[in-house]
């Protein structure tokens, strides 16, 4: 067994080489949000099969010393010009968010993405989340928005061009009109056990939404709005009184 030369193995189906085995890579991006450590991934040529998808950690968080069994991981920034400039607007913005960010939340859940196909926010690792966290990010074409509000004001959200909103353990929504002028194709509506949501459905009417999921409602809901939507994926779950509830408005979704 032996190191050798980048590339002397079988490529992946990415036509990436040695993401697997030779050498174990590290990496930028932490074990966990709960250890200040390094990442090293894929193993070395000496692993046993078993330990190649594992990550292991520096236990310390320092910088790898000099070892014949682990590198480094290169990356090819393949953002456009225009990304990169989302991508620096975000990182300012971030900045923004973490100076006014309260003690108990931890920033470092924060997810974000920026590529050809999303801008994304994912304040659901962080904690509940509206327009308070949101103001810092006004101005920046999110696309794909995940929170869990939890009773939080949300006028913030209609100044985004949201394909994707994931509206998780939310109160006093009482309607949905914070949504009618929102580009969306996928919708996920969670309330909180608290207060099963029981509201109009209305302000959706005439979307392009392919991706509905609806929890935790208090039923029978009129689904009339929903007529001739490309609806790909219907999610209902924790219904109270969901009986009544007219599905025919469906019966020509895909």
């Not at 050498?23 to 949000?33: I, L, R, S, T």
């Not at 939404?209 to 009339?224: C, E, N, T, W, Y």
């Amino acid at each position: 067994d032996f190191t050798a030369p980048v590339g002397s193995g079988i490529a992946n189906r990415f036509g990436i080489y040695d993401l697997l085995g030779n050498v174990g890579e590290m990496c930028a991006d932490p074990f966990n949000f709960d250890t200040a450590g390094t990442t090293r991934r894929g193993s070395a040529f000496q692993s046993q099969a078993k330990v190649w998808r594992f990550w292991l950690v520096a236990s310390d968080g320092s910088e790898p010393i000099g070892s014949s069994v682990v590198g480094f991981r290169p990356v090819l920034d393949l953002k456009t010009e225009e990304q990169r400039q989302v991508q620096i607007a975000l990182e300012a913005a971030i900045a923004k968010y973490e100076s006014g960010t309260s003690a108990n939340k931890d920033v470092r859940r924060l997810r974000t993405l920026v590529n050809d196909e999303m801008v994304l926010l994912d304040f659901t690792g962080v904690g509940y989340g509206g327009d308070e966290e949101l103001k810092h990010f006004v101005g920046l074409p999110v696309t794909h928005l995940y929170l869990r509000p939890f009773g939080r004001e949300l006028t913030h959200i209609a100044r985004f061009p949201i394909r994707q909103l994931n509206l998780n353990t939310f109160t006093r929504l009482t309607n949905l009109e914070l949504l009618r002028e929102l580009p969306l194709q996928w919708l996920s509506l969670r309330a909180d056990h608290s207060e099963p949501f029981s509201g109009d459905l209305s302000p959706l009417q005439g979307k392009k939404l392919r991706k509905l999921q609806m929890a935790i409602f208090h039923g029978p809901v009129d689904l009339s709005s929903l007529h001739g939507m490309p609806l790909e994926e219907l999610h209902c779950e924790y219904w109270v009184g969901e009986e009544g509830t007219d599905f025919t408005p469906l019966k020509d979704a895909p």
